[in-house]
Nanobody
């Protein structure tokens, strides 16, 4: 059974940092790209960035470029999202997702077939 579980969210002040984790089970993470999405209150879910199976990064949210870094530890079956210089507009529920085509990073929700339950990130003073 494929499962993805996010953790690491919380309340942080503007300018602060958080590291989110996406723990995968039920499949071999090594072969898969993993995407991160977020949904802010009252807005549609949007793609943030994605890591390929060969550790390449694709950014879908321009605001994340230069502040967010994605990495993976295949031995731990976990993907990480390091978020620095956080801004109030980063407040959202963050989701990790597995693509339908295992190698393919997509900025569209339709490209993913498995999702975690999400973790809340709130950036506020």
């Amino acid at each position: 059974q494929v499962q993805l579980e996010e953790s690491g969210g919380g309340l942080v002040q503007p300018g602060g940092s958080l590291r989110l984790s996406c723990a995968a089970s039920g499949f071999t993470l090594d072969y898969y790209a993993i995407g991160w999405f977020r949904q802010a209150p009252g807005k549609e879910r949007e793609g943030v960035l994605c890591i390929s199976s060969s550790d390449g990064t694709t950014y879908y949210a321009d605001s994340a470029r230069g502040r967010f870094t994605i990495s993976r530890d295949n031995a731990k079956n976990t993907v990480y999202l390091q978020m620095d210089s956080l801004k109030p507009e980063d407040t959202a529920v963050y989701y990790c997702a597995r693509p339908s085509l295992y190698w393919y990073c997509s900025g569209s929700e339709g490209g993913y077939d498995s999702w975690g339950q999400g973790t809340q990130v709130t950036v506020s003073s």
